[in-house]
C-alpha cells in the first residue's frame, strides 16, 4: 500500500482547501485513514479519522465543524476538506492507513499508532 497526499498550498485565514490521500496497491476495500498534522516545533497530531468498514468519523475539537473527512472508495481516496483556516492550522498535513482489516474502539482512530502506513506530507501554510 502506498499513499500520496496533495492539496496542500498557501492560504489567507479563512479560506478553504482540500486535500487528497489516494492509495495505491491493494485497494479492494477501504482502509481505516486518518489524517495527521506537524507544525513547526511541534508534535504530530491527530486532526480526523474515517473508519474502514462505517466510514465513521472523528475529529479532533479545535477543526470540529471546519473541516470535514470523507472517502470515495471507487477512486481509493480519503479528503480532508478544510474551511474557515486559521494561522494555526498551518502544518505539513499527512494521511496515514491502517492496512489491516481490523476495528477499534471509537478513541483509538485518533491515535497514530493503529496507523502503519503513512504518506509523504503537504504542507499547508494559513496567512492572517
Known amino acids: 500500500v502506498q499513499l500520496q497526499a496533495s492539496g496542500g498550498g498557501l492560504v489567507q485565514a479563512g479560506a478553504s482547501l482540500r486535500l487528497s490521500c489516494v492509495t495505491s496497491g491493494r485497494t479492494n476495500s477501504g482502509y481505516n485513514t486518518g489524517w495527521f498534522r506537524q507544525a513547526p516545533g511541534k508534535e504530530r497530531e491527530s486532526v480526523a479519522a474515517?473508519?474502514?468498514?462505517?466510514?465513521?468519523?472523528y475529529y479532533k475539537d479545535s477543526v470540529k465543524g471546519r473541516f470535514t473527512i470523507s472517502r470515495d472508495n471507487a477512486n481509493n481516496t480519503v479528503y480532508l476538506q478544510m474551511n474557515s483556516l486559521k494561522p494555526e492550522d498551518t502544518a505539513v498535513y499527512y494521511c496515514?492507513?491502517?492496512?489491516?482489516?481490523?476495528?477499534?474502539?471509537?478513541?483509538?482512530?485518533?491515535?497514530?499508532?493503529?496507523?502503519?502506513?503513512w504518506g509523504q506530507g503537504t504542507l499547508v501554510t494559513v496567512s492572517s
Open positions: 474515517i473508519t474502514r468498514s462505517s466510514g465513521y468519523t
Open positions: 496515514a492507513v491502517d492496512s489491516r482489516p481490523r476495528t477499534y474502539t471509537g478513541g483509538a482512530y485518533l491515535q497514530s499508532w493503529i496507523y502503519n502506513v
